[in-house]
């Protein structure tokens, strides 16, 4: 079964409790305070496309990319019902293409973590490139004190009005990755649940490791945040949100 093949279709009930209106505000904050002109963004591993979509209605350019199709099928459908004029392309992150440069590339929902560490150095040169001059890359990781303490060897649970879930976690500390084991009971049209079983990884990326691959990239880290605050980060941070600047020596 392919990424997020059946989860396309219940993601968004599982997502009620994202604040997204907050990280909403955080980017458009951010976008404002560095005085950028082009209203143009990219969001990469844009899923259903709830962040491409207040974007949008923000009055922002938007594109979305993500490399599942059943995901941007989702948010298509979203976009047309709403009459946001979002491109959205299928494609890997790691090997995005565009068809010039844009003013912001965003990640948010923790999209980076699902590449290892050769995917995200592949990720910033594609950034680089497709960048605007002094254009800003703003995007949040999940941390190790996350999977090892609020996921690892725990097991959640949902039953909603037509699918049910269960999700188990185990974290790899040497590793540093984050096993997800997922099973899906999806009711059909004829009333009866059929079960999907997914497996997903999310890999830790140590702030000292985005700094690094930052500097190789021409791009400088404005702020570490906790979870699209103005908070510092601290040693029990679960979520936090980078804001890189293009073109600073």
């Not at 994202?18 to 844009?46: A, D, H, P, R």
Request: aromatic fraction near 14%; include cysteine; glycine fraction near 6%.
């Amino acid at each position: 079964m392919s990424q997020y093949e059946n989860f396309a279709y219940i993601y968004d009930e599982l997502m009620e409790d994202v604040e997204y209106e907050q990280w909403l505000k955080f980017i458009m904050n951010e976008i404002t305070k560095n005085n950028l002109k082009e209203k143009s963004i990219c969001e990469l591993g844009c899923g259903t496309g709830n962040m491409t979509m207040l974007l949008a209605k923000a009055g922002y350019d938007m594109i979305g990319i993500d490399i599942s199709e059943d995901m941007l099928m989702v948010a298509r459908e979203k976009a047309v019902d709403s009459d946001c004029g979002i491109l959205y392309l299928q494609q890997d992150m790691r090997e995005f293409e565009l068809y010039g440069t844009v003013d912001t590339i965003i990640a948010t929902c923790d999209s980076l973590n699902y590449i290892d560490k050769e995917g995200v150095e592949k990720v910033f040169k594609l950034v680089k490139n497709y960048l605007n001059p002094d254009g800003l890359f703003i995007f949040d990781l999940n941390t190790g004190y996350k999977f090892s303490h609020i996921y690892s060897g725990k097991s959640f649970s949902e039953l909603g009005e037509n699918f049910a879930y269960i999700w188990e976690n185990q974290y790899n500390i040497i590793e540093k990755i984050n096993e997800y084991y997922i099973s899906f009971f999806v009711e059909d049209k004829s009333g009866r649940y059929e079960r999907f079983d997914e497996y997903h990884q999310e890999f830790v990326h140590e702030t000292s490791e985005i700094r690094k691959v930052a500097s190789n990239n021409n791009m400088t880290i404005l702020g570490v945040y906790n979870n699209y605050s103005k908070e510092k980060t601290t040693n029990t941070t679960q979520r936090i949100t980078y804001v890189l600047k293009k073109g600073i020596k």
